[in-house]
């Protein structure tokens, strides 16, 4: 199974920790945020791994090279050019492309969600994107049907909706920055250059299966702000993830 870490971002939540290194290398209950990915997808049966960097790159490369997790690990390089999210994914097809579905998570999360678990019900339901969503207060929702189809997106903060499909009642639930993908997504993607990953679904769910995995009750933490990283350690420290033992 293949998997694609994001780890090119800028970091700027975590400023100024990365004033001089990328946020895959800030430390976390004493390993790397890349570190703490790695081990997880290993320990849940991936076999190869690609990670994109930009921010201080070369510091990314030289951690992946110096060090030996036992599975092959990949580099899709946005040094010149940084792609968001949807233009990294499609950066990164040549690693990731062929007959399974792959998953891919963002650096700065860490979580107890069961990736075999959630590789079951995306097969199962032979969705193109399948995405981890929660119960959990956030400024921007994922609005799915009772079938659990994306349906819309909305901003509550900023007062914006984005609807591909229009139903009496939408669940909403915050995204989790991890998702599964078949790789026929890449037959489907015109974009071009830097874009969101969340664009590309919303256009895609008005005519594909792009369903929510509700994992709420999941231990899981967004790494990405400096202010609350003594308070994430905290919560780290009090987990016993399997992937660490």
């Not at 971002?9 to 990915?37: F, N, Q, W």
Request: charged share 25%; net charge neutral; with cysteine.
């Amino acid at each position: 199974m293949k998997a694609m870490i994001l780890a090119a971002g800028l970091g700027s939540r975590l400023y100024p920790l990365t004033i001089d290194r990328p946020k895959a290398m800030v430390e976390c209950s004493g390993r790397t945020l890349l570190e703490h990915a790695i081990l997880k997808l290993k320990y849940f049966g991936f076999t190869e791994i690609v990670v994109n960097v930009h921010h201080f790159s070369n510091k990314i490369i030289d951690f992946v090279n110096t060090h030996n997790f036992g599975i092959p690990i990949s580099i899709s390089d946005e040094t010149s050019h940084l792609l968001d999210t949807g233009g990294g994914l499609l950066h990164a097809k040549k690693f990731l492309d062929g007959e399974e579905p792959f998953l891919i998570c963002n650096v700065d999360v860490i979580s107890s969600i069961d990736f075999s678990k959630m590789m079951q019900y995306h097969k199962q339901h032979k969705a193109l994107a399948t995405l981890a969503v929660s119960k959990r207060e956030t400024s921007r929702y994922l609005l799915f049907d009772e079938m659990s189809q994306l349906c819309a997106w909305e901003n509550r903060m900023k007062n914006e909706k984005i609807i591909v499909h229009q139903r009496k009642q939408y669940t909403p639930l915050a995204f989790s920055g991890i998702q599964i993908i078949s790789p026929e997504i890449f037959q489907h993607i015109t974009e071009t250059g830097a874009f969101p990953i969340m664009d590309l679904y919303l256009r895609l769910a008005k005519s594909h299966s792009i369903l929510a995995y509700d994992h709420t009750g999941d231990f899981w933490l967004d790494i990405g702000k400096y202010e609350e990283l003594a308070e994430n350690e905290r919560l780290i420290k009090n987990q016993k993830f399997e992937y660490l033992q």
